[in-house]
């Protein structure tokens, strides 16, 4: 069911969030550890900002797999930006394995990643579709419930994107949960759906780790200390800053070993994180249709 | 007002609907995820206070 990671601060290299650390996001390609099947090999993303450029992401997705992509971590060690968003697919049965399936799904300012399955998305796919804009609904270019999700984010956004703070982003986040849990219930789907989101515009992060049932257990989702990233005596790890010189990712496993440089995500919470690297943790409003 | 210790958020003890007694002490909770998350996993909550 995937694995995913943000970075939102100051610039850093690719490498020390997928490769570099105990954890990286490459060994959970291939050993995750907070996931009962442990590969994750269907495809990658990266996706980056280079503000001096655009305030529109760059995306590389392959269908090979993360851990043998010599090409990946190549790039990893020459591309730095002040905004990452990284994902390695497990892809949902029947989902075709494609680079327009992988994540991260780039549309203008915005990148966004999903761990976790729209359920009876084929139930649902039709009045999603039906709800769209032409212009968003042109967007959609892969199959995949994630890449439809991101369509039905956009298209509650509406038109006028080009001032909406972190705020609007979760409020955004909040509004696409309750339409797809409305969908589902208007289709009759009793399975729950599981929908860890993330969403960026480059300047703003925000992630949520949601179930539609609380008492099962969410996919795991954590997000770090403020803090800068350094090597030091062989590990990677983090130190709490408040300087310029810092920053704050969300994963969906922790990267290293210190687990107290790492809060684990509530459930059905959503987290904001401003460009000046506040952190505000929401519980969600009932989104539950019943 | 008291800390739900999964979210870290800060909830009024009488309003509180989700609540539990672990090991002698009550809990409290802003969400039935969060009540469901401490019953799972109580110790990597109980320790961290």
């Known amino acids: 069911m995937c694995r995913f990671l943000g970075y939102l601060g100051s610039e850093i290299l690719l490498a020390d969030l997928i490769s570099n650390p105990a954890n990286s996001l490459i060994r959970q390609s291939y050993k995750s550890k907070e996931r009962s099947e442990p590969l994750n090999g269907d495809g990658f993303g990266v996706g980056w900002y280079s503000p001096a450029i655009s305030n529109k992401a760059c995306v590389f997705t392959s269908i090979t797999q993360a851990w043998s992509n010599r090409n990946l971590l190549n790039l990893a060690q020459h591309i730095r930006s002040p905004c990452f968003f990284a994902h390695v697919r497990s892809a949902s049965p029947g989902m075709v394995v494609s680079e327009s399936n992988c994540h991260p799904f780039r549309q203008g300012r915005f990148m966004w990643m999903h761990n976790g399955t729209i359920e009876g998305f084929s139930s649902i796919k039709r009045r999603l579709r039906h709800s769209l804009t032409d212009e968003i609904y042109q967007t959609i270019e892969g199959t995949t419930d994630s890449e439809h999700a991101f369509a039905v984010f956009l298209n509650l956004l509406g038109r006028h994107t080009e001032k909406l703070g972190a705020v609007d982003l979760a409020s955004g986040l909040v509004k696409t949960i309750r339409q797809l849990e409305e969908w589902a219930y208007e289709a009759g789907i009793k399975k729950p759906s599981v929908y860890n989101f993330a969403v960026t515009d480059g300047e703003s992060l925000v992630t949520v780790r949601y179930v539609s049932n609380p008492q099962i257990e969410p996919i795991s989702l954590y997000f770090s200390n403020r803090g800068k990233y350094r090597y030091r005596e062989g590990k990677f790890e983090i130190v709490e800053s408040d300087s310029v010189q810092s920053g704050i990712i969300i994963a969906s496993e922790r990267l290293t070993d210190d687990r107290t440089s790492w809060t684990r995500v509530a459930p059905n919470h959503v987290v904001i994180i401003n460009s000046g690297l506040d952190v505000v943790v929401q519980l969600l409003p009932n989104v539950r249709v019943s | ?49």
């Open chain 2, 1 to 49: 007002m008291i800390i739900d210790l999964v979210c870290k958020m800060e909830i009024d003890e009488e309003a509180a609907s989700y609540s539990l007694n672990y090991d002698g002490k009550d809990y409290f909770f802003c969400s039935e995820g969060c009540m469901e998350e401490f019953t799972r996993r109580p110790l990597d909550y109980v320790e961290s206070v």
